[in-house]
């Protein structure tokens, strides 16, 4: 089983509990190492009280640049729930980066600031950071190709699916 939706089976009463249940994403700040590729966010679906959490790509360093992982982050996640017209981002949830955020931001779009210290967050930063430790070591040339293969797979899934980077 995916480590993301161990997560989610694992959490799911946790983070109802924690957030509103209609949050439709929270992106978290797993930062990439010098060397190491990263999962650089995760995002948790609500939907009819269903949970869902997904790691969103694998980024390094010379992709992102060394000043703000999170706000690729961030970023990320906001456009990758927008793609999902099954669940648009409505309310973003988020822990990293909060003044940076509002250049994403739509009109119709919240924003709710979450610290870093509550216990849910610190277990999601700790298992985010174990996944990116045991990711190989990914070369702009590896991260173009996964991201070729991602694409076609895409495709063939359609657009009902919901788009996982």
């Given at each position: 089983m995916d480590n993301a939706y161990r997560l989610a089976l694992e959490w799911g009463i946790q983070f109802q509990e924690l957030f509103d249940p209609?949050?439709?994403?929270?992106?978290?700040?797993?930062?990439?190492?010098?060397?190491?590729?990263s999962y650089a966010g995760i995002i948790v679906h609500f939907r009819d009280?269903?949970?869902?959490?997904?790691t969103i790509g694998q980024v390094t360093r010379i992709l992102t640049g060394p000043a703000?992982?999170?706000?690729?982050?961030?970023?990320?996640a906001i456009r990758c729930a927008r793609r999902d017209r099954h669940l648009p981002a409505r309310k973003i949830?988020?822990?990293?980066?909060?003044?940076?955020?509002?250049?994403e931001m739509r009109v119709h779009e919240e924003i709710r600031?979450?610290?870093?210290?509550?216990?849910?967050i610190k277990r999601l930063h700790v298992e985010a950071n174990r996944m990116r430790k045991s990711l190989p070591l990914m070369t702009p040339?590896?991260?173009?190709?996964?991201?070729?293969?991602?694409?076609?797979?895409?495709?063939?899934?359609?657009?009902?699916?919901?788009a996982i980077l």
């Open positions: 209609l949050a439709t994403l929270i992106a978290v700040d797993a930062s990439a190492d010098h060397e190491r590729a009280g269903e949970t869902k959490i997904s703000y992982p999170e706000l690729w982050a961030v970023n990320c949830i988020f822990t990293d980066c909060q003044h940076a955020l509002a250049c600031w979450v610290s870093r210290r509550t216990p849910i040339s590896s991260y173009r190709a996964v991201e070729r293969q991602k694409d076609m797979a895409g495709q063939e899934r359609g657009s009902k699916d919901v």
